[in-house]
């Protein structure tokens, strides 16, 4: 005798005997199939896992949807007045107003930066201490290999703010008119050069120079890049390789000379004065970039909400307005290059102050 399901269907298709006139389920149960019920079971299954995986992602989550809560620091760890600092200003302005929260500037100069630096690689890593650094932050470690933190390991990088030239400047009294009249007179020794630091990014430039060009020269460093434009427009110290964003200005009064920019290219700021590499001098370029950190262990949420509102601010008009004079070109990485990229030139200026031969006391 034929069977039948109890809801029909061909018998030829019965996996199992199943007794004739004996329902699978008792009346008043759902009829649901053993396929269904195992589809029911692995969607609840997957459900609760993924609720499982998200669980610890919440507070953070929930930390980036209500920060800030509170004042934010930005440390500078240069002077007033310097590149980094001008720079910086124009950035947290108007982050400080899409974030709903004021954003105090502190300046700690000296060491090269090392001194705000370490400041902000030993505070909370809550998102409400940050740093506004550049390229110096790389150099830290070659100057001091007992640095109290790692430019890189200590650090998680949010968004660079662009890249600035360095430019070769003097004084009108050192009736110097061409780079290559620097360099030749350098190279009858008895020259000094300004940078705002040791390990500064205007260290770092002049060294490159002075390399290619196979000159020597004595360092003076202080603690800002005015303090060393001061010295420079005096006379007292010969020449400098500086941030375009503080020697414009001096440059526009016909206060300081500029002999070439220290980038690939021209610089737009100044598109009459030619660079060093076209000038001959090989490997003489140093790219000054400027941008935005926080201590490593700030949670990932928090990094990002960070990069994107300071994104939005750097495609300001009014900020873009104010970048364009001085030079600074975009330079758009996201946190995990631009962390590649610190570890890359931490590495490179190592191995630049072996070549150079540099000593720290």
Same mark, same amino acid.
């Given at each position: 005798?034929?069977?039948?399901?109890?809801?029909?269907?061909?018998?030829?298709?019965? =996996? =199992?005997?199943?007794?004739?006139?004996?329902?699978?389920?008792?009346?008043?149960?759902?009829?649901?199939?053993?396929?269904?019920?195992?589809? %029911?079971?692995?969607?609840?299954?997957?459900?609760?896992? +993924?609720?499982?995986?998200?669980?610890?992602?919440?507070?953070?989550?929930?930390?980036?949807?209500?920060?800030?809560?509170?004042?934010?620091?930005? @440390?500078?760890?240069?002077? $007033?007045?310097?590149?980094?600092? *001008?720079?910086?200003?124009?950035?947290?302005?108007?982050?400080?107003?899409?974030?709903?929260?004021? *954003?105090? *500037?502190?300046?700690?100069?000296?060491?090269?930066?090392?001194?705000?630096?370490?400041?902000? +690689?030993?505070?909370?890593?809550?998102?409400?201490?940050?740093?506004?650094?550049?390229?110096?932050?790389?150099?830290?470690?070659?100057?001091?290999?007992?640095?109290?933190?790692?430019?890189?390991?200590?650090?998680?990088?949010?968004?660079?703010?662009?890249?600035?030239?360095?430019?070769?400047?003097? $004084?009108?009294?050192?009736?110097?008119?061409?780079?290559?009249?620097?360099?030749?007179?350098?190279?009858?020794?008895?020259?000094?050069?300004?940078?705002?630091?040791?390990?500064?990014?205007?260290?770092?430039?002049?060294?490159?120079?002075?390399?290619?060009?196979?000159?020597?020269?004595?360092?003076?460093?202080?603690?800002?890049?005015?303090?060393?434009?001061?010295?420079?427009?005096?006379?007292?110290?010969?020449?400098?390789?500086?941030?375009?964003?503080?020697?414009?200005?001096?440059?526009?009064?016909?206060?300081?000379?500029?002999?070439?920019?220290?980038?690939?290219?021209?610089?737009?700021?100044?598109?009459?004065?030619?660079?060093?590499?076209?000038?001959?001098?090989?490997?003489?370029?140093?790219?000054?970039?400027?941008?935005?950190?926080?201590?490593?262990? %700030?949670?990932?949420?928090? @990094?990002?909400?960070?990069?994107?509102?300071?994104?939005?601010?750097?495609?300001?008009?009014?900020?873009?307005?104010?970048?364009?004079?001085?030079?600074?070109?975009?330079?758009?990485?996201?946190?995990?290059?631009?962390?590649?990229?610190?570890?890359?030139?931490?590495?490179?200026?190592?191995?630049?102050?072996? $070549?150079?031969?540099?000593?720290?006391?």
């Amino acid at each position: 005798m034929k069977c039948r399901f109890p809801t029909g269907g061909d018998p030829r298709y019965v =996996r =199992r005997p199943v007794p004739c006139d004996v329902p699978t389920h008792r009346p008043g149960d759902n009829p649901i199939t053993a396929r269904e019920e195992t589809m %029911t079971n692995r969607r609840q299954f997957l459900h609760l896992a +993924a609720g499982a995986l998200a669980a610890p992602a919440l507070p953070g989550l929930a930390a980036a949807q209500a920060y800030p809560s509170r004042t934010v620091r930005a @440390v500078v760890p240069f002077g $007033a007045g310097s590149t980094i600092d *001008i720079v910086g200003r124009i950035v947290m302005d108007p982050l400080s107003r899409l974030l709903g929260q004021t *954003i105090v *500037i502190e300046n700690r100069g000296g060491a090269g930066g090392s001194i705000g630096s370490a400041m902000v +690689a030993k505070a909370e890593p809550d998102g409400y201490t940050l740093l506004i650094n550049a390229s110096a932050h790389s150099s830290a470690l070659a100057v001091n290999p007992k640095l109290s933190y790692h430019p890189a390991d200590d650090f998680a990088g949010v968004i660079p703010f662009g890249t600035v030239p360095n430019v070769a400047l003097v $004084a009108p009294s050192k009736g110097i008119k061409s780079l290559k009249e620097l360099v030749d007179k350098a190279k009858g020794g008895g020259l000094s050069y300004a940078s705002a630091g040791m390990g500064s990014a205007t260290h770092w430039a002049a060294e490159r120079l002075r390399l290619s060009a196979g000159f020597s020269a004595t360092h003076v460093p202080f603690r800002s890049g005015p303090d060393a434009l001061t010295e420079v427009m005096t006379g007292r110290v010969d020449f400098t390789l500086m941030g375009m964003s503080s020697a414009l200005p001096f440059i526009q009064d016909k206060k300081l000379v500029p002999l070439a920019v220290s980038t690939v290219k021209r610089s737009s700021a100044l598109p009459d004065i030619p660079t060093s590499l076209e000038l001959g001098f090989a490997n003489s370029d140093y790219s000054f970039w400027m941008g935005l950190l926080v201590a490593k262990k %700030t949670p990932p949420a928090i @990094v990002e909400k960070l990069r994107v509102e300071t994104e939005r601010v750097l495609k300001l008009p009014e900020v873009q307005s104010k970048f364009k004079p001085q030079g600074i070109e975009p330079m758009p990485l996201t946190p995990a290059q631009f962390d590649a990229l610190i570890k890359k030139e931490v590495d490179a200026n190592i191995a630049l102050v072996k $070549a150079a031969g540099l000593k720290f006391n």
